[in-house]
């Protein structure tokens, strides 16, 4: 087998629990909007109301589909506006509660032994990260461990399509079958991965079943496990 010299790992659902996360950020968002706004503007504002109003957005913008920042930004616009707000007011509280949303995002709490076996990886592999969502890995703890991490919106396509997967193994300076890559998506992670050639682990923490057979190289529950499979490797 050839020598893995670099991983590359998906965030959410990968390294932590999002859903979790996302609640509380959005929770955070929604109190200071309260503070700020009239009474009327967010009296039957809640999260299915504004996920249903950002579906509707999206389905009018599918260009915007993989920002997942633009599509916050542009839901809260839409929504002030809606109720009386003048499109430089809404674009302002569009703003301010999207800022009080990412700082909230980014307080995960990694998965047990996460952060002890990315400190083992980090002193023997070149590590990065491909998302599609936008947390700032790079303004968290962990981050220290990775050497840049890529978000979809940045990029003219997201996961499962080819082009962060290449740029990673370009930053990474290997070659395909030099690389592994860990997430918890069939399609996004382990589908993308494989087609530019790079060997493909499928973090599975809850034990899922695949509608398909899977195709990843390798499967895990607990990241700890990567240690022992990559010993095995070679």
């Not at 009474?39 to 504004?50: S, V």
């Not at 589908?191 to 809850?206: D, E, H, L």
């Amino acid at each position: 087998m050839k020598p893995i010299r670099a991983l590359t790992f998906d965030l959410d659902n990968t390294l932590w629990e999002t859903n979790i996360s996302i609640l509380r950020a959005e929770d955070a968002m929604v109190r200071h909007l309260r503070d700020l706004t009239p009474a009327r503007w967010m009296a039957d504002f809640n999260l299915d109301t504004f996920h249903a109003m950002r579906k509707e957005i999206v389905r009018e913008q599918p260009q915007i589909a993989h920002n997942l920042t633009v599509i916050r930004k542009e839901t809260l616009k839409c929504w002030f506006e809606n109720r009386g707000a003048t499109r430089a007011v809404a674009e302002d509280l569009a703003n301010e509660g999207f800022q009080i949303f990412y700082k909230e995002r980014q307080n995960v709490t990694p998965y047990p032994g996460t952060v002890a076996t990315l400190g083992q990886l980090y002193k023997n592999f070149k590590l990065g990260a491909i998302t599609n969502g936008n947390a700032d890995l790079m303004a968290m703890q962990i981050g220290r461990y990775f050497q840049f991490s890529l978000q979809s919106q940045n990029f003219p396509k997201p996961k499962p399509a080819p082009v962060m997967f290449e740029e990673a193994l370009k930053r990474l300076k290997v070659h395909p079958h030099e690389c592994m890559h860990v997430g918890d998506d069939i399609e996004h992670d382990v589908m993308g991965a494989r087609q530019v050639g790079m060997k493909t682990v499928w973090f599975n923490m809850n034990n899922r079943s695949p509608e398909d057979d899977v195709l990843a190289d390798y499967v895990i529950t607990d990241l700890r496990q990567l240690l022992h499979l990559l010993k095995q490797h070679g």
